[in-house]
């Protein structure tokens, strides 16, 4: 049964199939408005290279959007902060290609998305909740991939994969992608560039987000024989972006990169894989209040970087027929420098923390005969870190103080575990699958909850001794499939103890001990958060297709007796799309309810809540035209009606010189956008 070796072959999970399919499939991909459904319980891929409605800026964030559950908060035209049912930052887990990378910003223009170019990537894989643990220590929320699929070339031979996009506010990318090779080597090489100027919401208000990225890499590899592959990759890539949420643009977003990678399959039959890697990531970022914007007040300027080195080695056992297992180790360490003044440039970088972790983990899959399986995995991590800032600053501007760090040289460490189990069953005689599951996370403060912005405590001015982060989370669902109709639903319940908060405006007495101010304190308080993701999608006739997709979380803080900040309202999309192989034509409905859940000035380390928000509904429209196998023409209209909106959780607007100043910043007006997908071989 097609639907069960489907869900086999992504249980085994191990680093999704690096060989086992090619990018290159027989028709050009639809204009995606909605991912495509979840196929196997809890996992969602989706093509980065597709089109997509409404055109994401070119970075992770943005490409996450179309999978529902998934919002982001937006600070400009670029580098949003992606958001899985409410949980952001460190509570998801992002790998490119398997490497983590840390951003430098310490006040987060840089999450890990902000330096992925999706289209330089084959697929994105998301699996959600705390039910695997072969990525890396503390996703609570969910994992996300990045991944390039290389296959060997059976012969010696090349292909091309490239893009042109251009669209309203003068948006512009090229993308291309070469690969060739031989049986026994093969090269890569890809280069994206995206810019665009500052766009206007629904009312015509030109929003601060003007931006340019551009990436380069490139691959070597040995491909020995079909079962081995040895590679070299590196990346070089930069940007600047405009923020319309702070005082501060990003003009640096510097990244150097160097990783490593072996595996090899069908060792014996009970060594199924072996794979290692190692990597190197070096991001310098730089801030200015006066490139990109008419410079208001004192000059700033601050340059952080981050170095973020880690392998890992696993491999995967066939341990009895009916039983599969991986078992692994893998290892982080990341150093984090800040310098600032105009004068940056001539200064040594000085350390401000680090961070270590080994962790060790193992996941099963055992199947129950022909219809039933288990799923379970245990991870231990050991983590280290070191607070290296030997002052303060409390206060800002005028008011800003520099005191001794009560945790200066402070080291902590601790040892957390992690572990899930899961059952999914194949019902008789329906194409369908039943799942459940229960999983349990530990995780460990990152720099943005620990050190970054002075961050205080509520007792202490410094944040350096906040616990870890508990997450014991339920997850159950259905995927559905048959010719025309294909449905799932996944929901889950959670309690998360010492939930790591970062409240803004808390007011603390003076360091004088004479009056009070007001200042960002990182507190542990206890969650409860429950809610799901559905999507349905039809097949009418044989060219008409209709999809519905509905995700809601709910949260409370236990702890305060409130809502739990952050939380994106319930959001529906309504999709329909006539496809006959050569045309598409498509629209999209987006419906996002009100929200008046919320708790002022509390939130994550990328966002505080504001207050309440009203509803909204977006429409758009897309149409795509196959010239032939080789290329596709795409085009949209992403808000036709040109509704003036803002995502609830999305950044409160900032006063800058020559905007208007809004309550958050406003998502795109309406724009037209058109792209040309080309495929070569
Ligand atoms: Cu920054």
């Known amino acids: 049964m097609q639907f069960k070796r489907i869900s086999i072959c992504v249980a085994l999970a191990f680093a999704p199939g690096a060989f086992a399919a090619d990018a290159t499939e027989a028709t050009l991909p639809e204009v995606v408005v909605t991912a495509p459904m979840m196929r196997q319980p809890l996992v969602i891929t989706t093509d980065p290279k597709a089109p997509r409605q409404p055109v994401p800026a070119h970075d992770g964030a943005d490409y996450l959007k179309t999978i529902p559950g998934f919002s982001v908060i937006r600070k400009g035209g670029t580098d949003g902060d992606p958001v899985l049912r409410g ?95 031989t049986q026994d080597y093969y090269v890569q090489g890809t280069a994206t560039r995206s810019d665009s100027n500052d766009y206007k919401d629904g009312d015509g208000r030109s929003v601060h987000s003007a931006f340019t990225r551009w990436s380069t890499s490139g691959a070597v590899g040995w491909t020995p024989d079909k079962d081995t592959r040895l590679e070299l990759t590196g990346t070089h890539s930069d940007g600047q972006a405009a923020y319309a949420d702070r005082s501060m643009d990003g003009v640096k977003f510097a990244r150097d990169n160097v990783g490593l990678k072996f595996e090899k399959n069908r060792i014996s039959p009970l060594v199924e894989k072996v794979e290692a890697q190692a990597f190197y990531n070096y991001v310098d970022h730089v801030m200015d209040n006066y490139s990109l914007r008419s410079q208001s007040g004192m000059k700033m300027v601050s340059n952080p970087d981050r170095e973020t080195i880690g392998g890992r080695a696993a491999i995967g056992l066939r341990l009895a027929e009916a039983t599969q297992a991986t078992l692994g180790v893998d290892y982080q360490t990341n150093k984090h420098t800040l310098r600032s003044t105009t004068n940056y440039a001539n200064l040594p970088r000085i350390e401000d923390a680090n961070f270590r972790n080994y962790g060790l983990f193992g996941e099963v899959t055992h199947n129950l005969g022909e219809r039933d399986k288990l799923i379970a995995g245990l991870r231990a991590d050991n983590w280290n870190a070191q607070d290296k800032r030997a002052t303060l600053t409390i206060g800002t ?97 959670s309690k998360i103890d010492d939930y790591l908060m970062v409240q803004s405006n808390y007011v603390k007495p003076d360091l004088m001990g004479m009056g009070t101010r007001t200042t960002t304190v990182v507190r542990n308080v206890d969650a409860t958060t429950w809610g799901g993701e559905a999507s349905l999608s039809y097949a009418l006739a044989n060219v008409w297709k209709a999809d519905a997709t509905l995700a809601y979380v709910h949260g409370n803080n236990d702890t305060d007796g409130a809502a739990l900040a952050q939380l994106p309202p319930l959001e529906g999309r309504l999709g329909l799309t006539y496809d006959n192989k050569v045309w598409t034509a498509g629209s999209l409905l987006r419906l996002v309810s009100k929200q008046d859940r919320f708790d002022a000035n509390k939130g994550n380390i990328a966002g505080q809540d504001i207050g309440s928000t009203a509803g909204f509904g977006v429409f758009s429209v897309n149409g795509a035209y196959r010239a032939s196998k080789s290329v596709q023409i795409a085009a949209g209209i992403d808000n036709l009606f040109d509704k003036s909106y803002a995502e609830h959780i999305s950044r409160r607007g900032s006063a800058v010189t020559g905007f208007e100043t809004t309550t958050r910043v406003n998502e795109m007006g309406r724009n037209l956008w058109l792209k040309a997908n080309f495929k070569f071989d």
């Open 397 to 493: 501007g005028m008011a800003a103080q520099t005191v001794a760090n009560p945790s200066a040289n402070k080291d902590r460490s601790d040892t957390l575990t992690s572990g899930f189990g899961r059952y999914e069953h194949d019902l008789a005689g329906m194409p369908a699958t039943l799942y459940a599951g229960a999983g349990h996370t530990e995780r460990f403060p990152d720099y943005w909850e620990l050190i970054s912005a002075s961050k205080e405590s509520v007792d202490t001015l410094s944040a350096f001794d906040s616990r870890p982060e508990k997450t014991n989370q339920l997850d159950a669902g259905i995927i559905y499939k048959n010719d025309k109709l294909s449905a799932s639903v996944s929901g889950f319940y």
């Open 87 to 181: 949980m952001a930052g460190s509570r998801l887990n992002i790998l490119l290609d398997g490497e983590q990378i840390l951003g430098g910003c310490g006040n987060r223009m840089d999450p890990p998305t902000a330096y992925v170019f999706p289209e330089s990537y084959d697929r994105i894989t998301v699996i959600k909740g705390p039910q695997t643990v072969l990525y890396g220590p503390g996703s609570s929320a969910g994992t996300v991939l990045f991944e390039r699929t290389i296959k060997r070339f059976d012969q010696p031979g090349w292909k091309f994969n490239g893009s042109l996009t251009a669209g309203s506010f003068g948006r512009n990318d090229q993308v291309a992608d070469v690969r060739a090779g």
